[in-house]
């Protein structure tokens, strides 16, 4: 598995490197046979350390996880735990995907912007209806079936999911509902 493993204006030494190595890599490899990386951030918060970890598996799906402690290694470890538990929640799930996916997913390239939010007075007008475009970044749309779109967002706590549908190769959405339900958009 490749780390990348990095600190926000904190020095990372290499005790704490082959720490997350170690535990990370012990977490994920009991439940998925072929993670392919992790990103371990950590970060300061006033009086807190805060870990963020994502950890790509070779399904497709990725996990993320995010804990904060007043100890840098008590941050890693609340983190692990979390991505731990996420995993082992959808052990059964993944495995079953696993068997029946023997290549990587496909993934496609697209275009991300970020669009400058419209804060305009009450009486004044737009100057244009085109939004201004702030950034613009490349993102990875990857070829799901419905049920591991649906996985790949519960896993990432995300409120929607843009993927291409390996039955039909069309591009879909899921999506949170406000009633808890997923909603699934299929053009």
Not at 3 to 10: E, L, M, T, W
Not at 46 to 59: I, K, R
Not at 84 to 108: F, G, T
Not at 127 to 134: A, G, Y
Request: proline share 3%; charged share 25%.
């Amino acid at each position: 598995m490749l780390y990348q493993i990095s600190g926000k204006q904190i020095d990372i030494g290499e005790a704490l490197q082959t720490h997350v190595k170690d535990e990370l890599s012990a977490a994920v490899k009991k439940y998925s046979d072929r993670p392919i990386d992790a990103n371990v951030v950590f970060s300061r918060n006033a009086h807190e350390y805060v870990c963020e970890a994502t950890v790509h598996l070779s399904t497709g799906l990725t996990a993320q996880a995010k804990a904060h402690a007043t100890e840098i290694y008590a941050a890693f470890d609340s983190c692990c735990d979390k991505m731990e538990k996420q995993l082992r929640r959808y052990k059964r799930r993944l495995k079953d995907h696993h068997r029946e996916r023997a290549e990587p997913v496909e993934q496609i390239g697209g275009s991300s912007y970020i669009l400058a939010s419209s804060e305009h007075a009450e009486d004044a007008e737009p100057e244009s209806l085109q939004p201004m475009i702030i950034a613009e970044m490349e993102t990875k749309i990857s070829t799901l079936s419905v049920g591991e779109a649906v996985m790949q967002m519960e896993l990432t706590g995300a409120q929607v999911l843009v993927f291409q549908n390996e039955k039909t190769g069309k591009i879909n959405v899921v999506h949170t509902r406000e009633d808890g339900n997923v909603g699934w958009i299929d053009p």
